[in-house]
Structures are given as structure tokens and as C-alpha cells.
Nanobody, 120 residues
Framework: HVQLVESGGGSVQAGGSLRLSCAAS????????MAWFRQAPGKEREGVGS???HGTTSVAGRFTISKDNTKNTLYLQMNSLKPEDTAMYYC???????????????????WGQGTQVTVS
């Protein structure tokens, strides 16, 4: 049974940077899509970026995604943060390719507990 644990959130001033980590433990199938989502109070969960075992990544603008396969950890580097980036950030995994972009939240099987990012 796979578990996902996010870390790296915190409070930062506008213009600052944070790097979030999502560590996966347990048995991993050879094909998967891992993604970052965020959810601000009163808003729907939205996809931020994704990575799959086909080597496809999808992330927009000021953020970058990378993966350390030796640690089974997915990273989200966030630069030039803005107050509107304030949200709970989650990672999730589904046992198929991402097929471009970030699949809808309903497609994902396993979620982490989230890490809070606050930008002021």
C-alpha cells in the first residue's frame, strides 16, 4: 500500500521561493502519474503539475517539477510566489500515464495529507 507524505510548506513573503517534497513509500507499480494539486479555502482543487514514468512532465509558469527516483520523491519548486498561491498543496498518484497535462483529481487513487503554503 503506497503512502504519500508532503513536506516543505510554510509561510513566505511574496516573491520568495519554496520547494515542496512528496515522498512515496510502499510498493510502486512501474507505470504511474504523480501530480501536485492545490486547494485554497472556498475553491476547487486544481492541478499544478504532473510527472509520469514515461518521462512526461507538465507544469506552468513559475513552478518546476522534478523527481528523484533514488528517493521516490517528487518535488515542486515554486518561485516568485504570489499571495494567490496560498493554498494547501497535495500530491497524488494514479497507476497510469498522465497522458499530458494534469488529470482531474477524481482520476487519482492515493493522496497525501497536504502541506500548507502561505504567501503574504
Amino acid at each position: 500500500h503506497v503512502q504519500l507524505v508532503e513536506s516543505g510548506g510554510g509561510s513566505v513573503q511574496a516573491g520568495g521561493s519554496l520547494r515542496l517534497s512528496c515522498a512515496a513509500s510502499g510498493y510502486m507499480y512501474s507505470t504511474y502519474c504523480m501530480a501536485w494539486f492545490r486547494q485554497a479555502p472556498g475553491k476547487e482543487r486544481e492541478g499544478v503539475g504532473s510527472f509520469d514514468t514515461h518521462g512526461t512532465t507538465s507544469v506552468a509558469g513559475r513552478f518546476t517539477i522534478s523527481k528523484d527516483n533514488t528517493k521516490n520523491t517528487l518535488y515542486l519548486q515554486m518561485n516568485s510566489l504570489k499571495p494567490e498561491d496560498t493554498a494547501m498543496y497535495y500530491c497524488a498518484i494514479v497507476w497510469r500515464y498522465c497522458s499530458g497535462g494534469v488529470p482531474a483529481p477524481q482520476a487519482f487513487d492515493i493522496w497525501g495529507q497536504g502541506t500548507q503554503v502561505t504567501v503574504s
